[in-house]
């Protein structure tokens, strides 16, 4: 059998629940429907979230912290996520649905650095964006956070979605 990224993902990995489902999850992608996604926002998506949305398309997963080194607005030594957007355009929160990249960018006035890839506790206050502005529009983006509570302040995350994936902890982990 052939090992593809994040088969060592188990289905604990994901918060299965009727909000996910209806806001988030949607039907497994053709390549096609990949490649219109792409073509619609302008960026070649990463192949480390290819293979997570094949295996779910978007959602809200178990562990929704990153630790950072510096401050944010949501913490001092983290950042929390609620949902990673799949690319189902029949659901609100999906890379080209109508809560997606282009809602960010126009109606929130998020920087044009490329897409809005997972929705956050603050509503709005904060995203998290894959990267694209040293690489170009196909090479492999960082993630980073971006504070609108802070001139939209952006500190990165992780140099690539895989490791901003396997970097997500349970929030616990900040709770004393």
Known sequence: MNKTLFDDLDISYWHNSEYAQKYYVGTTPTNEQVEEVENELGYKLPQSYIALIKQQNGGMP??????????????????????????????????CGEMGNR???????????????????????????????????????????????????????????????????NCAKFES
Request: glycine share 6%; charged share 15%.
């Open 103 to 169: 809602f960010w960018i126009e109606e929130w006035d998020y920087p044009a650095i490329g897409i809005a890839i997972c929705t956050t506790p603050s509503a709005g206050h904060d995203m998290i964006f894959l990267d694209y502005r040293n690489i170009g529009l196909t090479g492999e983006p960082s993630v980073v956070h971006i504070d609108q509570e802070n001139s939209y302040k952006i500190t990165t995350l992780a140099a690539s979605f895989e490791n901003f994936i396997r970097g997500l902890v």
């Open 62 to 95: 178990i562990n929704t912290c990153f630790p950072t080194s510096v401050p944010t607005c949501w913490a001092d030594n983290h950042i929390a996520i609620s949902g990673i957007m799949g690319i189902d355009k029949n659901k609100p929160y999906s890379l």
